[in-house]
């Protein structure tokens, strides 16, 4: 998925419906998503 992603909420919502990959380049800048969160998401 390219663009759109605001929150973990989105990429749990693409994980669910296994895509493989999504862009989260506006949500790092704006600081909604962040890499402990990223790592958090990725140990459940």
Do not use: C, E, P, W
């Amino acid at each position: 998925v390219g663009g759109g992603i605001k929150d973990m909420d989105d990429i749990k919502l693409y994980n669910k419906h296994n895509f493989s990959g999504v862009l989260i380049g506006t949500a790092l800048h704006d600081g909604t998503i962040n890499i402990d969160k990223i790592r958090k998401f990725n140990l459940s």
